[in-house]
Every structure is written in structure tokens, then in C-alpha cells.
């Protein structure tokens, strides 16, 4: 599959996430402060990006992340509504890039690029065994 057959730039998605305890800094290390943890709102933009292609992927293939270049600007504490966007802003032949960013309220608290790569599951099972 060539992505830049059934990509197209400007594709974009958008979730929003409560920040839950599980996800703050403080609960996933002792004495750090209750906030949402940069690699939790490194995940909600890497979902997002999904979400924006994952229409468009033919049955049997996936994208899976691939590179990230995130700023984590502003602390998002426990109970905080957290918005998170992508837009598809590069297509290449298995990689496609995305510009992504999150915000509490209309303060923005993260912000970079992502990259997601194409992988064919069949391929990957056969050469990594189903998992």
C-alpha cells in the first residue's frame, strides 16, 4: 500500500480526555505533582493522528507511531478537560506526518509533530508471529 495513494494532507481528528489520576505525573512517580504527564498527552496526539487516517487504510493494514518531536508547554491538573488535535500535514510512501497539538481550555499546553508508519499485519505476523 502506498499511502499517498489514499492519504491527503489536511485529514484531521480531534479528542478530548478528562485527566484522570492514573495519568498524572504524581501517580506514576512518587512526590512529582498531580498533573497530566507529557507521555499521556504524548499518547492522546498519537491516537488522534490515528484516528484522522484510520478510514482511509485498506482491511489488513495499520499505522503505528513512529517518531515524535513534542513540546510540553503548560501543566493540565486532575479534572482538567484536555483537547487534542491532528492534521495530516505530509504524505510519503509508508510515512505520514502530522502537525498535533493539545489544549486546556484555549491554553495551549503541547505542541509538535508526529509521524505514524504503514504496517502491513500480515507481513508483521509472519515475520514477528502473531503477539
Known amino acids: 500500500m502506498d499511502a499517498r495513494e489514499v492519504i491527503t494532507i489536511g485529514l484531521s481528528a480531534e479528542r478530548t480526555l478528562v485527566v484522570p489520576v492514573e495519568q498524572t505525573v504524581g501517580h506514576l512517580l512518587k512526590g512529582m505533582p498531580m498533573v497530566f504527564a507529557t507521555p ?33 508547554l503548560a501543566a493540565s491538573p486532575v479534572g482538567a478537560t484536555v483537547r487534542t488535535t491532528s492534521k495530516v500535514i505530509a504524505v510519503e510512501r509508508r510515512v505520514i506526518r502530522f502537525e498535533v497539538a493539545s489544549f486546556d481550555g484555549e491554553r495551549k499546553i503541547g505542541e509538535g509533530f ?18
Not at 504524548?42 to 513512529?66: C, F, K, N, P
Not at 504503514?118 to 509472519?126: G, I, Q, R, S, W
Open 40 to 72: 499521556m498527552m504524548i499518547l492522546q496526539m498519537e491516537l488522534t493522528s490515528g484516528d484522522a487516517i484510520r478510514h482511509q487504510l485498506s482491511s489488513g493494514w495499520v499505522t503505528v507511531g513512529t517518531e515524535v518531536n513534542i513540546k510540553h
Open 114 to 131: 508526529h509521524a505514524r508508519g504503514l504496517v502491513n499485519m500480515d507481513a508483521f505476523n509472519k515475520r514477528f508471529g502473531a503477539m
